[in-house]
């Protein structure tokens, strides 16, 4: 059984950072890819970055020069660097992985609560 852990949420002021990580565990098949959406308080969930096998990386707009995803294919790890935190940055962060030919997915973690506040 597919298994994501996110760690990494916390409590930051404006202008900080966090460092935002997750951990796939459960699949014999390779990645496609990994990537991070965000939902706020009574909005929808939405695409934050996304980052191939490949590396090939996408964001959304909103965080673009402030956020840096990466992977490790071999240890089935992504991370989500966020610098220059911004309240509007405030929501539950999820974790999204994708396996190769595995119709089951896509497989989401738990979510992780990324404040923003002074």
């Known amino acids: 059984q597919v298994q994501l852990v996110e760690s990494g949420g916390g409590l930051v002021q404006p202008g900080g950072s966090l460092r935002l990580s997750c951990a796939a565990s459960?699949?014999?098949?390779?990645?496609?890819?990994m990537g991070w959406y965000r939902q706020a308080l009574g909005k929808e969930r939405d695409l934050v970055a996304i980052i191939s096998s490949r590396g090939n990386t996408n964001y959304a707009d909103s965080v673009k020069g402030r956020f840096t995803i990466s992977m490790d294919n071999g240890k089935n790890t992504v991370t989500l660097q966020m610098n220059n935190l911004e309240p509007e940055d405030t929501a539950v962060y999820y974790c999204?992985?994708?396996?190769?030919?595995?119709?089951?997915?896509?497989?989401w973690g738990q979510g992780t609560q990324v404040t923003v506040s002074s």
């Open positions: 999204k992985a994708n396996f190769l030919f595995d119709i089951r997915g896509p497989y």
């Open positions: 459960g699949s014999s098949r390779s990645l496609s890819n």
